[in-house]
């Protein structure tokens, strides 16, 4: 952690805003990152739970961090451009001090596409830079000199959450259950943050597979699971009643089907009567 950041103008700015918890979200929020990847955080609804749990004793809460965290963006505290493009925070002050911290490891990883420091700064070799984009992104491994060669694409390990891989099964009544499961990163989290039990946070789970078969979208692993429940329970109202979801979509179906049957009928009478008419000539 740097030593001198609290004599930051651009803190300042925060702590006048702020004040004391303001500033503290963001000393938090510095050793969050320093912690799990190193120079650089997600910021996404998944993350945010799991930060709110482990800091939960700052009494920080949802609408807090979601007010004061664009105020860090605002004032340059993180990189608005890499946070714009990829919803990640990270800052060049962040960037110099882990590359600072981490010297003596043997390896190191590198994100050219978030990285905003020169690409050759600090960096020795036998250390592994990442090219390309978060997604379908290679690794390169400087070995001697020039030579070089393909790795995995692999993310560096968050270990404050257990890994999540890429060969997951893909049955989504075996992920409902792997995550309802999952007390520490997944029940506790959704359960402190809506203000439901576990009961009615099962029932949504329920309700939200139904809705991935109704919809026809393919769920390929745990982490698009969880990510897709947690936009998808957000957009729902009435939190505290997943009967409620159910059964409006259960109407929903049954006025659709009877507006179809209804206008097959229309078409049918149409038909007799045009042969009718037919015949009469």
Same mark, same amino acid.
């Given at each position: &952690?740097?030593?001198?950041?609290?004599?930051?103008?651009?803190?300042?700015?925060?702590?006048? #805003?702020?004040?004391?918890?303001? @500033?503290?979200?963001?000393?938090? &929020?510095?050793?969050?990152?320093?912690?799990?990847?190193?120079?650089?955080? #997600?910021?996404? #609804? *998944? $993350?945010?739970?799991?930060?709110? /749990?482990?800091? @939960?004793?700052?009494?920080?809460?949802? !609408?807090?961090?979601? %007010?004061?965290?664009? /105020?860090?963006? +605002?004032?340059?505290?993180?990189?608005?451009?890499?946070?714009?493009?990829?919803?990640?925070?990270?800052?060049?002050?962040?960037?110099?001090?882990?590359?600072?911290? !981490? /010297?003596?490891?043997? @390896?190191?990883?590198?994100?050219?596409?978030?990285?905003?420091?020169?690409?050759?700064?600090?960096? $020795?070799?036998?250390?592994?830079?990442?090219?390309?984009?978060?997604?379908?992104?290679?690794?390169?491994?400087?070995?001697?000199?020039?030579?070089?060669? @393909?790795?995995?694409?692999?993310?560096?390990?968050?270990?404050?959450?257990? %890994?999540?891989?890429?060969?997951?099964?893909?049955?989504?009544?075996?992920?409902? %259950?792997?995550?309802?499961?999952? =007390?520490?990163?997944?029940?506790?989290?959704?359960? &402190?943050?809506?203000?439901?039990? +576990? *009961?009615?946070?099962?029932?949504?789970?329920?309700?939200?597979? =139904?809705?991935? &078969?109704?919809?026809?979208?393919?769920?390929?692993? #745990?982490?698009?699971?969880?990510?897709?429940?947690?936009?998808?329970?957000?957009?729902?109202?009435? +939190?505290?009643?997943? %009967? =409620?979801?159910?059964?409006?979509?259960?109407?929903?179906?049954? !006025?659709?089907?009877?507006?179809?049957?209804?206008?097959?009928?229309?078409?049918?009478?149409?038909? /007799?009567?045009?042969?009718?008419?037919?015949?009469?000539?």
């Amino acid at each position: &952690m740097d030593i001198d950041l609290d004599q930051d103008d651009k803190l300042g700015m925060i702590i006048a #805003e702020f004040g004391f918890k303001g @500033e503290n979200l963001f000393t938090k &929020m510095c050793g969050w990152i320093y912690k799990t990847n190193g120079y650089y955080t #997600e910021w996404v #609804e *998944d $993350t945010q739970l799991r930060f709110l /749990r482990r800091y @939960e004793y700052c009494g920080f809460s949802v !609408s807090f961090i979601q %007010e004061v965290v664009p /105020r860090f963006i +605002k004032w340059g505290l993180f990189d608005k451009t890499v946070f714009d493009a990829f919803q990640i925070l990270t800052s060049a002050r962040i960037q110099s001090t882990w590359l600072d911290a !981490s /010297r003596k490891r043997k @390896e190191r990883v590198i994100d050219q596409k978030i990285w905003l420091l020169e690409v050759n700064s600090g960096v $020795t070799a036998g250390e592994t830079i990442v090219s390309g984009g978060r997604n379908g992104q290679s690794k390169v491994n400087k070995i001697k000199g020039n030579q070089t060669k @393909e790795g995995s694409d692999d993310q560096p390990l968050d270990p404050l959450r257990p %890994e999540i891989t890429h060969n997951n099964p893909t049955d989504i009544d075996l992920l409902k %259950e792997k995550c309802f499961l999952d =007390k520490g990163y997944f029940t506790d989290l959704y359960c &402190m943050k809506y203000q439901i039990d +576990k *009961d009615c946070l099962y029932k949504w789970l329920v309700n939200f597979n =139904k809705w991935l &078969m109704f919809q026809g979208i393919a769920v390929k692993t #745990e982490k698009d699971y969880r990510g897709h429940f947690g936009n998808w329970l957000y957009k729902q109202e009435s +939190k505290s009643e997943p %009967e =409620k979801w159910l059964l409006e979509k259960s109407q929903s179906r049954t !006025s659709s089907a009877s507006k179809t049957d209804y206008q097959k009928e229309r078409d049918r009478i149409k038909e /007799r009567e045009k042969k009718l008419l037919d015949n009469g000539n």
